[in-house]
């Protein structure tokens, strides 16, 4: 397994582009399930899980090309309707298959994600919502299968609005006969950017990014070309990137709009956010105080950034507190943040933060994508001996050519094998 290595203390200087959204590139690519036409996607990131996609549409019988950031899809043979143990295990976002092949084959055979009982994550709100469109649901040797002869319209209330259910239910209703009405949906910018895709393949939808979504089905859907929006959460994390190290970062083809939070709370702290056309400019400008932060569904403080939220916090004079509401268990990154000397305390969903003056360099291990930022962000300032971060892998489902973009910045990093 590769690892990077980083000698902290280097203040963050330059320019980088930001790359596509995987949040948003993953249910566009399967949306492309839903038609025989030929489809293009463009600015779609170089990561594990877009790979991982890649082969599932394969596997299913799709035809993939792939020429740098752009991928053209188009139709094989007949689809298949499983999607296999193997696969699904390595991205839990493989279930969005259920809502395009059970509304364009009547059934569909997904793996449940590796270890998770139906109920114990949110896919019991994907399958409550297949349900009210009338499919049949059994469980059978670690498979989730779903029938339905022909998906009808209904109404489907969110207990939670659960993006991944979203986004399965909104592939599966565009060709349910009739209409359906999805109230408590999510609203995150990726739903809105699966929507416009949607719409330009000849669906009839309304109000993709509140809390009520109306799908008027249609009886076939049509290929289409697209540009991915801009990963907001990557754009967060650069920016945190030039707060933390006390830098001056200019953010290219990024979107200040789908990250109002971040910016306002960075803001909040001291820092100089600069937000154009298409660029972020992150400067510091003075020394930063500490800013509490509670997590929340979009327009919110992203959960996707709170570890990264957290590395800054640990070394901003004064006290701050994060409150993580949408996650349980999602301060995995705190014991590893504390073997470089950050001060944290954990009381239930809050961690009580006393910024250190500065940390030290020393061996530490990644346990999940965001924790793996946050880690990164936190050694880039570790003075002493160099950090070695073990079991990035898991970086290398979110971010594209991570090492790579931060030296480009003049940090002192490097990734061996």
């Given at each position: 397994m590769d690892k990077i290595i980083i000698h902290g203390g280097r203040k963050l200087r330059g320019k980088l582009n930001i790359s596509g959204s995987k949040n948003a590139a993953l249910p566009i690519l399967i949306a492309t399930l839903l038609t025989n036409e030929d489809c293009e996607v463009k600015n779609v990131p170089s990561l594990a899980d877009i790979d991982t996609t890649i082969a599932l549409l394969k596997h299913i019988n799709k035809n993939v090309e792939r020429h740098g950031s752009k991928i053209r899809?188009?139709?094989?043979?007949?689809?298949?309707?499983?999607?296999?143990?193997?696969?699904?295990?390595?991205?839990?976002?493989?279930?969005?298959v259920m809502g395009p092949i059970l509304a364009r084959l009547g059934e569909v055979s997904v793996s449940l994600p590796g270890g998770c009982a139906i109920g114990a994550?949110?896919?019991?709100?994907?399958?409550?919502?297949?349900?009210?469109?009338?499919?049949?649901?059994?469980?059978?040797?670690?498979?989730?299968?779903?029938?339905?002869?022909?998906?009808?319209?209904?109404?489907?209330?969110?207990?939670?609005?659960?993006?991944?259910?979203?986004?399965?239910?909104?592939?599966?209703?565009?060709?349910?006969?009739?209409?359906?009405?999805?109230?408590?949906?999510?609203?995150?910018?990726?739903?809105?950017?699966?929507?416009?895709?949607?719409?330009?393949?000849?669906?009839?939808?309304?109000?993709?990014?509140?809390?009520?979504?109306?799908?008027?089905?249609?009886?076939?859907?049509?290929?289409?070309?697209?540009?991915?929006?801009?990963?907001?959460?990557e754009t967060a994390t650069y920016l945190i990137a030039g707060a933390i190290t006390k830098g001056n970062v200019v953010l290219k083809k990024a979107e200040g709009n789908l990250l109002k939070a971040v910016i306002r709370k960075l803001r909040e702290s001291g820092m100089k956010i600069i937000v154009n056309n298409n660029t972020i400019n992150a400067v510091y400008t003075k020394t930063l105080k500490p800013v509490n932060i509670k997590t929340g569904v979009y327009p919110?403080?992203?959960?996707?950034?709170?570890?990264?939220?957290?590395?800054?916090?640990?070394?901003?004079?004064?006290?701050?507190?994060?409150?993580?509401?949408?996650?349980?268990?999602?301060?995995?990154?705190?014991?590893?943040?504390?073997?470089?000397?950050?001060?944290?305390?954990?009381?239930?969903?809050?961690?009580?933060?006393?910024?250190?003056?500065?940390?030290?360099?020393?061996p530490i291990m990644i346990s999940d994508l965001r924790a793996g930022a946050a880690l990164v962000l936190a050694a880039l300032v570790a003075g002493g001996k160099k950090t070695t971060i073990s079991r990035v892998y898991h970086l290398d489902r979110g971010y594209e050519h991570l090492e790579v973009k931060l030296r480009e910045l003049g940090a002192k990093i490097r990734r061996i094998k």
């Open positions: 899809i188009s139709s094989n043979a007949h689809l298949k309707h499983t999607a296999p143990y193997e696969l699904v295990k390595k991205m839990r976002a493989s279930v969005l994550r949110p896919i019991d709100i994907h399958l409550d919502g297949f349900e009210k469109l009338g499919a049949n649901i059994s469980l059978r040797g670690g498979y989730i299968q779903v029938k339905a002869e022909k998906l009808k319209g209904a109404r489907i209330v969110f207990k939670y609005p659960s993006v991944g259910a979203t986004e399965n239910l909104l592939l599966a209703s565009v060709l349910a006969r009739g209409k359906t009405i999805i109230d408590n949906a999510a609203r995150e910018p990726e739903i809105v950017d699966l929507a416009r895709v949607l719409i330009k393949m000849g669906a009839k939808i309304r109000g993709a990014g509140s809390k009520k979504i109306v799908v008027e089905g249609v009886k076939k859907l049509n290929g289409f070309a697209h540009e991915i929006i801009p990963d907001r959460i919110r403080f992203p959960t996707d950034v709170q570890a990264q939220w957290m590395a800054l916090m640990s070394v901003t004079k004064g006290k701050s507190i994060i409150e993580e509401t949408v996650f349980e268990s999602r301060f995995s990154h705190v014991g590893e943040l504390q073997r470089l000397g950050a001060n944290i305390e954990l009381k239930g969903n809050r961690a009580l933060i006393k910024g250190v003056e500065r940390l030290s360099g020393a």
